[in-house]
C-alpha cells in the first residue's frame, strides 16, 4: 500500500526557457541560502553566529518529486526525489503529497495547454498506479494560502478536469 495520498501541484516562478531549468531549481534546492540567495557555506555559518534568522541549510535534493518542463522544442517529465524520499515541497504534505513542479511563472503567463497535457497524461498513469483519486489534486496555495502556486492563471479544477480526460 502507498504512503502516497495527495499530489500536490507547484510553479516555479520563472520563465521556462529552452534550456533545462531543472537543475538550476536542484542547485537552489541544494546549496546554503540566505534570503532566496545561494552563499557558501562559510558565508550561511557566518550569518548565523551573527544571528541572522534567514538562513536556510542545503536539502538533501530537489524538494519536488517530478518537473514538467519544455527542454528544446518538446515537454519532458523531469525526475527529482525518488518516491521513497518525502519531498521537501509543502510543510505538512511532504508525507503523504508528490510534488509536481510545472516549470513557468503561471502567476503572469496562461500555462501552455501542451504542457498541461503532457503533465497530466503522466500524473494519471502515475496516479493509477499509486491508488490516488483526482480530488487529491491540489495546488500547492491550498495548504499555504500566502502562496499563489501553481499560479493565479493555473486553473486546478480545469487541470482535475483534463486528469478525467486523458
Known amino acids: 500500500m502507498s504512503i502516497w495520498k495527495k499530489v500536490c501541484l507547484h510553479h516555479s516562478l520563472t520563465k521556462d526557457g529552452v534550456v533545462a531549468d531543472w537543475q538550476a531549481i536542484r542547485r537552489f534546492h541544494t546549496?546554503?541560502?540566505?534570503?532566496?540567495?545561494?552563499v557558501t557555506e562559510k558565508e550561511a555559518r557566518e550569518a548565523i553566529r551573527n544571528g541572522e534568522k534567514n538562513?536556510?541549510?542545503?536539502w538533501l535534493d530537489i524538494g519536488?518529486?517530478?518537473?514538467?518542463?519544455?527542454?528544446?522544442?518538446?515537454?519532458?517529465?523531469?525526475?527529482?526525489?525518488?518516491?521513497?524520499i518525502s519531498g521537501a515541497h509543502c510543510t505538512g504534505q511532504n508525507n503523504i503529497a508528490i510534488g509536481l513542479l510545472f516549470v513557468g511563472n503561471y502567476d503572469i503567463e496562461d500555462p501552455p495547454q501542451?504542457?498541461?497535457?503532457y503533465g497530466a497524461k503522466f500524473l494519471k498513469g502515475l496516479m493509477?498506479?499509486?491508488?490516488?483519486?483526482?480530488?487529491e489534486v491540489y495546488?500547492?496555495?491550498?495548504?499555504?494560502?500566502?502562496?499563489?502556486?501553481?499560479?493565479?492563471?493555473f486553473d486546478v479544477d480545469n487541470f482535475k478536469k483534463?486528469?478525467?480526460?486523458?
Open 31 to 38: 546549496s546554503w541560502r540566505i534570503g532566496g540567495t545561494i
Open 55 to 58: 538562513v536556510v541549510a542545503p
Open 128 to 135: 493509477i498506479e499509486l491508488d490516488i483519486f483526482k480530488d
Open 64 to 84: 519536488y518529486h517530478f518537473g514538467v518542463e519544455k527542454v528544446n522544442d518538446h515537454y519532458e517529465i523531469l525526475a527529482g526525489r525518488p518516491l521513497n
Open 162 to 166: 483534463l486528469l478525467g480526460r486523458v
Open 114 to 117: 501542451e504542457m498541461l497535457l
Open 139 to 153: 495546488g500547492h496555495s491550498t495548504f499555504a494560502s500566502y502562496k499563489s502556486c501553481p499560479g493565479t492563471k
